[in-house]
């Protein structure tokens, strides 16, 4: 079981005055290093206890002004950090995962290191909460976007087909792609 102090410090030259108020207790030390040992054994000795098992909070008012905006400073950084964090996971999954820009291109538009994109999204294909749609990508239907749309039976006939490698578990079956209409031939390379 720990006990707790609170230390107040003040400077006195080139001292530092350590005061225990719970239990007036007074003593001095050269450097801030020093001080709670210094009040942690003082303690230890008045009420004597184990120094090991008291917990000394170390406070320096005049100082309190200057160090609280201090820590203000690295309360708003933290908060601009965690929400820098979130903008980018959240970009980052959208880009890759909804609107399918390879992780490269993320990574670019980003300006994220490929491991940083890859932990902010998962890969395709793992286990993620954002389930995937399957099929093609339909056209859009704005006119005059020059992509054509061939429904017809004698154009999916001549469309090539494509294999996919052996399936890494040992699975001999072959899973077949075919090209959707929309792709264009570059697309293949």
């Known amino acids: 079981m720990s006990t707790a102090y609170v230390a107040r410090l003040h400077r006195i030259g080139r001292w530092w005055a350590v005061d225990v108020p719970d239990l007036n207790i007074h003593t001095q030390c050269r450097t801030l290093d020093e001080a709670e040992d210094m009040a942690r054994d003082a ?6 206890i184990r120094p090991d098992t008291i917990t000394v909070d170390l406070v320096v008012p005049e100082f309190a002004p200057l160090l609280q905006c201090v820590l203000e400073a690295k309360r708003q950084r933290a908060a601009a950090d965690a929400a820098e964090q979130q903008a980018l ?7 890759v995962e909804d ?42 239907s704005t006119p005059g976007l020059g992509i054509p749309r061939d429904t017809s039976q ?34 293949d390379g």
Do not use: M
């Not at 996971?89 to 880009?95: C, H």
């Open 43 to 48: 303690i230890a000795q008045a009420i004597d």
């Open 89 to 95: 996971a959240d970009a980052a999954r959208t880009l």
């Open 99 to 140: 609107l399918r820009v390879s992780q490269g291109d993320a990574c670019r538009l980003l300006g994220l290191s490929h491991q940083e994109v890859s932990h902010l999204s998962p890969a395709r294909g793992s286990v993620d909460a954002r389930p995937w749609q399957l099929g093609p990508l339909t056209t859009p």
């Open 154 to 187: 004698s154009a999916k006939r001549h469309q090539p087909q494509r294999q996919r490698p052996a399936l890494t578990n040992g699975s001999s079956r072959q899973a077949s792609f075919s090209r959707p209409g929309w792709a264009i031939a570059e697309d």
